[in-house]
T-cell receptor, first 112, second 112 residues
Framework: GENVEQHPSTLSVQEGDSAVIKCTYSDSASNYFPWYKQELGKRPQLIIDIRSNVGEKKDQRIAVTLNKTAKHFSLHITETQPEDSAVYFCAASMEGNNRLAFGKGNQVVVIP | KAGVTQTPRYLIKTRGQQVTLSCSPISGHRSVSWYQQTPGQGLQFLFEYFSETQRNKGNFPGRFSGRQFSNSRSEMNVSTLELGDSALYLC???????????FGQGTRLTVV
């Protein structure tokens, strides 16, 4: 089955700086890659996703890039704010197959 | 539109007992997936139901089972509880043909 690796496990950034989280996946058939943000005690929240027919997608301060050849994808958060502090999970699946394989998560800490 | 609702939010059970958790998806969503979240293993896929049929199953023992009703509400059952079953159980719902998954708040199960 699909295996998703996520690095680094913890990331501390100064407020206003950028944060980048990288994930790799193993199954070349995967074509849907969502990112979830989970604040302490709350549900995972879908923040952005990308499909394999595009290389990059942006939504305000967040962006995701996908390299199908290398089988890795990254989340970029610019101008970080304290409310960006959370655990971020990447995942992979095949479109229409609602079985998400998740990475272990990254704790992002934004230092005011 | 109401989000995914899970009940109960918290449960404490004794080893050997069984437990039933409930999930009501977003109105119009017919796919419901279940995940187990633990600090050590992260988010792991349990199973997915669509139109009252199990479409996908993860690598969990047969003690974990589920079902879906005609109104798309889903339940999962864990029999003969073990200490290692202590976890946050999350369900997610998806619209037909779309892979975007929206999570409920989860049920925190503690087995003592």
């Amino acid at each position: 089955g699909e295996n998703v690796e996520q690095h680094p496990s913890t990331l501390s950034v100064q407020e206003g700086d950028s944060a980048v989280i990288k994930c790799t996946y193993s199954d070349s058939a995967s074509n849907y890659f969502p990112w979830y943000k989970q604040e302490l005690g709350k549900r995972p929240q879908l923040i952005i996703d990308i499909r394999s027919n595009v290389g990059e997608k942006k939504d305000q301060r967040i962006a995701v890039t996908l390299n199908k050849t290398a089988k890795h994808f990254s989340l970029h958060i610019t101008e970080t704010q304290p409310e960006d502090s959370a655990v971020y999970f990447c995942a992979a699946s095949m479109e229409g197959n609602n079985r998400l394989a998740f990475g272990k998560g990254n704790q992002v800490v934004v230092i005011p | 539109k109401a989000g995914v609702t899970q009940t109960p939010r918290y449960l404490i059970k004794t080893r050997g007992q069984q437990v039933t958790l409930s999930c009501s998806p977003i109105s119009g969503h017919r796919s419901v997936s279940w995940y187990q979240q633990t600090p050590g293993q992260g988010l792991q896929f349990l199973f997915e139901y669509f139109s009252e049929t199990q479409r996908n199953k993860g690598n969990f023992p047969g003690r974990f089972s589920g079902r879906q009703f005609s109104n798309s509400r889903s339940e999962m059952n864990v029999s003969t509880l073990e200490l290692g079953d202590s976890a946050l159980y999350l369900c997610a719902s998806s619209f037909l043909g779309r892979t975007e998954a929206f999570f409920g708040q989860g049920t925190r199960l503690t087995v003592v």
